[in-house]
């Protein structure tokens, strides 16, 4: 055939094969998933789903849509993003946060409680939020999240503690950024992510981050999109970035030239990325249109190993011909992708179906080890892409921009393929001696065709004996080779067969799809030998001087595209007198025609025999064996099971203890299972294992280990244990006469502390983990502190303290004028036992508009001012005189509004203007305070749903009312006395259903 071209970090190879694939470790997926999608998704109605987030049994959606329905047609209106139960299907109805524009990304935090959505709008619930929000997953609300994003996010991640954040952006909270980090509490910006992304990879393109894909253990980033440099350093369309732990982000020295080139007239064309499971390798995407033969990555999938090398190459690639891809997920079992395309494996078609290209329309399963289609084929309507694609760990989520897949069934937009009924994908291991070397022995000297085989060892061989008596099915067979048990042939008239072979009987067989592949069916023809490696078939034809290779996937049969020249005769080696070939651990056995010997090399790690190592392992003749055949196979030798050995070790603090068996071993296979007895009628299965005794004593521990042929090994052990007894400590903070103490430091070392019990030396006692206490009387107390663990064991400490009862310090009284109609004055009596130097705090809660005039009268100062976009409230303080007692107070409004007042009075405490404000919502700001100050928080909102409040814990309330009918205003006022020095806590106010319409603010009275 032609010499094949294929770019590899940018050097053009010539007759010569992509780089060696290594293995993946265990995947997060044992199989593919099922064939048909579960009937426990939504439909969206139009636009496209763009991403999808899980968290828990709750799966958020978001895209540019509307309209949605449930699973059984109930439509719903959801604009740009839904929320649905994973179990059921069924739209959340009270998750309905409002956005004024698309949603391109969404991610679930760690813990699941938030998710995060990147996009194109400016709000949410008529809240300000520029492209990047931060939702409460249990209902949809916002949570308090800076963003400050100038432009479009079309991609979010989280890895190391960090939202990171790409987009078309180029500025990002006043810093210049076009990939940032964000605090994910906060939203705070990090500035130990600022790596400098500059340039487009072709004029007129956007600059767009399309993907940001960590790496399993978090230490790496890779990023696609739009850009030619970073950091000053080469990197066109990707770039691996080093997270050094969630420090300072560096350029990885990783780097390939592979997507430097163009493709067509497309301004950019890597649209995604992802790591494999174990994070050995991670597999990239492309649109782009055809690129020139093979020597390009336009339309592409490819799959590269996790490496710091530089001008890297990939380790295989598949092309479809001509069609997008837009979206991966690796599984381990299998690399997912979708797009646009029609077919895989199609590197000699040009939007046309060329030699080996296999039908997969819009939606594909590849083999990890080669990148060939796998049986796991649904098909879907193309429409424009397959957005995104989330493996869970038990199926699939398909976002995408059509309502057709899996032969034509309705799933409007998403679609979840579960893991139940999905086949294993098999990776055949490479054989190790012993072998049992099969040869097909044609008819002749008056015998029928027939199949021999003999055992070896390495060194010996046993008895030729026939394991197929009439073989005459295999007659015009050229070459074979035998993986995952099947034995595959090679026939005269260019077919290649496939058939079970269980070293006694041979199946049916079953003819290989070629798919059009001409070229192959010679080389068939003419083959003389053959083996499976690793996802490849390499082989030798008759009269040719190289080595071949082409790959092959035995879970679907699939022969690659293209064949690549793996080694060419010389340095001892000959392949065109090359007869059959086996594999045996390194080295490879074949037939030298020639000589009609069997020749022992090593096998070289890309492919091909090592002739300088060449050793003849059976002359010709020898024993009455002829190795005249090319027709030779090998099967595993059978190699009688040894049982393992079963170690354990084991350490115990208190009644807790540890054990790990992982040190046992099976020196002829894998300990499979290890089970424990601890001696007290309790068990556990697992490598290690933690077990807590329910009493001190000696027991006798059992470990038994089971290896992969049913052997077991056992191991024991006395272990003895002891209680041990808890440590009590705790913190003081006291102020004036009021002291709080705080346990929270006592410790059990092997279990958990089961109560706390308090004396504080005047007679007072209490139980919990914290609790406060009021002294009568000056003086020095000793509190003492009680802890009692699970297992009945006590322990003591003391710590003393200092009471100062304040004179005449404190909350005097209140009144307040709640309104049910509209006025423009409201009254309220400054309590009677108010005396000169008294505090007054008088707050109002409007439901007028919050340009609307609020005012109290003459020789009251006006401290804050708290609006909504259809409330108005405000904070008014004076300091009393001798006639304010008993007198009123009127509030005013410019507008007729519902207006409530409340007055309060404090004594010994006063009010230091400046700083004070309000917020919106039902969480008070934080205010610097010292010890023994009150602390005085008042909450107002304007809605028709309040009905009763529901105060923070740790206050006492002075006011609370909820008002009744359309427009009605509720507020409610507590106090609470600070302990310590520092800032006062956030407090938050329940009511039965939060409302935009709200405000909570706290002022700081301090000690006089």
């Given at each position: ?998 405000i909570a603010t706290t002022v700081v009275l301090r000690p006089v």
């Open positions: 055939m032609a010499a094949v071209v294929l770019l590899t970090g940018g050097v053009a190879l010539a007759a010569t094969q992509p780089a060696e694939v290594a293995s993946a470790a265990a995947p997060a997926h044992a199989t593919l998933v099922g064939d048909l999608p579960t009937t426990t998704t939504p439909h969206v109605l139009d636009g496209d789903v763009r991403s999808v987030a899980v968290a828990g049994n709750t799966v958020v959606l978001g895209g540019n849509f509307t309209q949605a329905t449930d699973p059984d047609g109930t439509r719903v209106d959801r604009r740009h993003l839904l929320a649905f139960d994973r179990t059921t299907g069924r739209i959340l109805r009270g998750w309905a946060p409002q956005l004024d524009n698309e949603v391109y990304s969404v991610v679930a935090s760690p813990d699941g409680q938030s998710i995060y959505v990147g996009g194109r709008f400016n709000s949410v619930d008529g809240v300000t939020q520029l492209k990047v929000a931060k939702l409460a997953t249990s209902d949809g609300r916002v949570l308090p999240f800076r963003s400050g994003v100038n432009a479009v996010v079309t991609s979010l991640a989280i890895a190391n503690d960090r939202l990171y954040v790409g987009g078309v952006f180029q500025q990002i909270q006043g810093r210049q950024r076009r990939l940032a980090a964000l605090d994910l509490d906060t939203g705070d910006i990090d500035d130990r992510v600022a790596v400098d992304i500059q340039g487009v990879h072709r004029t007129g393109g956007d600059g767009k981050i399309w993907r940001i894909e960590p790496s399993p253990d978090g230490q790496h980033l890779l990023v696609v999109g739009s850009f030619a440099t970073v950091d000053g350093q080469p990197r066109n369309q990707i770039v691996k970035l080093d997270t050094n732990g969630g420090g300072t982000m560096t350029v990885d020295p990783w780097s390939t030239t592979a997507f430097a080139g163009y493709c067509a007239s497309f301004q950019d064309y890597v649209r995604d990325v992802s790591y494999s499971p174990d994070g050995s390798y991670f597999v990239v995407v492309t649109t782009g249109a055809k690129g020139t033969g093979l020597n390009g990555t336009c339309d592409s999938v490819s799959r590269w190993a996790e490496s710091s090398q530089a001008n890297a190459g990939y380790q295989w690639i598949n092309y479809s011909g001509g069609d997008s891809n837009y979206s991966v997920e690796i599984t381990g079992a299998a690399v997912y992708v979708g797009g646009h395309f029609r077919w895989s494996n199609n590197p000699y078609g040009t939007d046309s179906l060329g030699p080996g290209g296999v039908e997969t329309t819009g939606i594909a399963s590849l083999d990890p080890a080669n990148g060939l289609p796998l049986s796991w084929n649904p098909g879907r309507d193309r429409g424009r892409a397959v957005w995104q694609l989330v493996a869970t760990p038990d199926g699939l989520y398909v976002a995408s921009d059509t309502d057709r897949i899996a032969n034509y069934r309705y799933r409007g937009r998403i679609a979840f393929f579960p893991l139940e009924g999905g086949r294993p994908v098999p990776q055949p291991a490479r054989q190790t001696l012993p072998l049992a070397l099969d040869q097909y022995v044609p008819a002749g000297g008056g015998q029928p065709a027939r199949v021999v085989s003999r055992d070896y060892d390495g060194s010996t061989f046993g008895t030729v004996a026939p394991t197929v008596g009439d073989a005459s099915a295999l007659a015009g067979t050229r070459s074979a080779f035998f993986a995952n048990g099947v034995l595959y042939t090679a026939m005269s008239n260019g077919t290649l067969l496939a058939r079970s072979y269980d070293g006694s009987t041979l199946g049916a067989p079953v003819t290989v799809d070629l798919q059009r592949m001409t070229a192959f069916a010679s080389d068939l023809a003419n083959m003389t030998s053959s083996v499976y490696d690793g996802g490849k078939l390499y082989y030798t034809v008759s009269g040719s001087n190289t080595l071949y290779m082409r790959y092959f996937s035995t879970e679907n049969r699939v022969v690659g595209a293209v064949r690549f020249d793996a080694a060419t005769s010389g340095g001892g080696v000959t392949y065109s007198q090359v007869g059959g070939m086996v594999l045996a651990g390194n080295d490879v056995y074949y037939v030298d025609r020639q000589a009609g010997t069997l020749v022992r090399a090593p096998w070289r790690a890309a492919g091909g025999i090592d002739g300088g190592g060449r050793t003849t392992v059976a002359p010709a003749g020898a024993g009455g064996v002829s190795w005249t055949s090319t027709v030779l196979w090998a099967r595993q030798g059978e190699v009688p099971n040894q049982a393992p050995t079963a170690r354990f070790t084991f350490s115990c603090t208190g009644l807790d203890c540890s054990f790990d068996a992982s040190g046992s071993t099976d020196g002829d296979g894998d300990i499979t299972n290890v089970t424990w007895d601890f001696g007290d009628g309790q068990t556990a299965s697992g490598p290690t294992a933690t077990h807590r005794y329910g009493a001190a004593g000696t027991y006798t521990a059992v470990a038994t280990v089971t290896d992969d042929d049913g052997a077991t090994g056992l191991a024991t052990s006395s272990v003895t244990v002891a209680a041990l007894a808890p440590q009590a400590s705790f913190t003081t903070s006291c102020a004036d006469n009021v002291c709080a103490v705080d346990a929270s430091a006592s410790a059990d070392p092997d279990g958990t502390i089961a109560s706390y019990a308090w004396d504080f030396g005047d007679g007072q006692t209490a139980t919990g983990r914290t609790a406060a206490v009021t002294y009568a009387a000056d003086g020095t107390y000793t509190v003492r502190l009680t802890v009692t663990d699970d297992q009945g064991v006590t322990n003591s400490t003391t710590r003393t303290v200092t009471a100062t009862v304040p004179a005449g310090r404190g909350f005097i009284g209140k009144d307040a004028a709640t309104s049910q109609s509209t006025s423009l004055r409201d009254t309220v009596t400054v309590p009677t036992d108010v005396r000169e130097g008294d505090q007054l705090l008088l707050f109002a809660a409007s439901n007028a508009k919050g340009t609307d005039g609020l005012d109290a009268p003459a020789g009251w100062t006006r401290v804050l001012d708290g609006t909504t976009s259809n409330s108005r409230s405000a904070l008014f303080a004076r300091t009393a005189t001798a006639a304010d007692a008993g007198s009123t107070v009127e509030v005013t409004t410019s507008v007729y509004a519902r207006t409530d007042v409340v007055i309060a009075a404090y004594r010994g405490v006063a009010l230091t203007l400046g700083g004070q404000t309000a917020v919106q919502g039902y969480t008070t700001p934080s205010r610097p305070a010292t010890a023994g100050s009150y602390v005085v928080s008042f909450w107002a909102d304007k809605t028709a749903t309040t009905t009763t409040w529901t105060p923070p814990p740790g206050v006492t309330v002075r006011h609370s009312f909820a008002g009744t009918g359309a427009g009605h205003v509720s507020e409610m006022l507590a106090d609470n006395v600070a302990t310590a020095d520092g800032p006062t806590p956030q407090l938050t106010a329940g009511v039965d259903q939060p409302s935009a319409q709200s």
